[in-house]
């Protein structure tokens, strides 16, 4: 069974811009949670989505954003980017609930100059 | 309010010794826990978990160990290995997993040949 797939895998972008990030899910999946790791602060959840609906939010701005579509991949947008966006964006899957074992992709990381 | 806390950012053992990684946690609400491996630009790996209703959890070379009444667990690693060199992170949710997954900052382990 394939895992958790991310893309792009990195990509360098410039203050005021915006920048959308894929996950596709293990097939099945139907939880896809997003989280950010910065050095020092570990693994800040974004949001999760089930069934294209978002079931949860972290505590980000509003130009943090994202979407689930009938096949449970997501995309994650963020507007307006700040240099302290730079980041690793990682994706989780897990079957139904955001609590259970969740699978993580690869990751996205992005440089925002 | 962190939630988990990993309090050593870092620990360093020879090939061979013992590991061990500690967590604690606040929320007494808590019952299902979880440790994940993660390698530079990669995501992190579902490593072993725990339920609050067993206190021990055995996997090959990994254990993990959880005292509810200390609100703490800890992870195992014997004999460690330096494919083994990595950072750990613990994890925590509620409601059997129906909850979000609250991370811990992460344990940098260096495994010395």
């Known amino acids: 069974k394939a895992g958790v797939t991310q893309t792009p895998r990195y990509l360098i972008k410039t203050r005021g811009q915006q920048v959308t990030l894929s996950c596709s899910p293990i097939?099945?999946?139907?939880?896809v949670s997003w989280y950010q790791q910065t050095p020092g602060q570990g693994l800040q959840f974004l949001f999760e989505?089930?069934?294209?609906?978002?079931?949860n939010k972290g505590n980000f701005p509003g130009r943090f954003s994202g979407r689930q579509f009938s096949n449970s991949r997501s995309e994650m947008n963020v507007s307006t980017l700040e240099l302290g966006d730079s980041a690793l964006y990682l994706c989780?899957?897990?079957?139904?609930?955001?609590?259970?074992?969740?699978?993580f992709g690869p990751g996205t990381r992005l440089l925002v100059l | 309010d962190q939630q988990v806390k990993q309090n050593s950012p870092s620990l360093s053992v020879q090939e061979g010794r013992i590991s061990i990684l500690n967590c604690d946690y606040t929320?007494?609400?808590?019952?299902?826990f979880l440790w994940y491996k993660k390698y530079p630009a990669e995501g992190p790996t579902f490593l072993i978990s725990?339920?609050?209703?067993?206190d021990k959890n055995e996997d090959g070379r990994f254990t993990v160990f959880l005292n509810k009444s200390a609100k703490h667990l800890s992870l195992h690693i014997v004999p460690s290995q330096p494919g083994d060199s990595a950072v750990y992170f613990c994890?925590?949710?509620?409601?059997?997993?129906?909850?979000?997954?609250?991370f811990g900052k992460g344990t940098k382990l260096t495994v010395n040949p």
């Open positions: 929320n007494s609400m808590f019952d299902y």
């Open positions: 989505y089930f069934s294209e609906t978002q079931r």
């Open positions: 725990i339920s609050s209703i067993k």
């Open positions: 989780a899957s897990s079957l139904i609930s955001r609590g259970e074992t969740q699978y």
């Open positions: 994890a925590a949710s509620a409601q059997g997993g129906s909850e979000k997954l609250v």
């Open positions: 097939s099945g999946h139907r939880s």
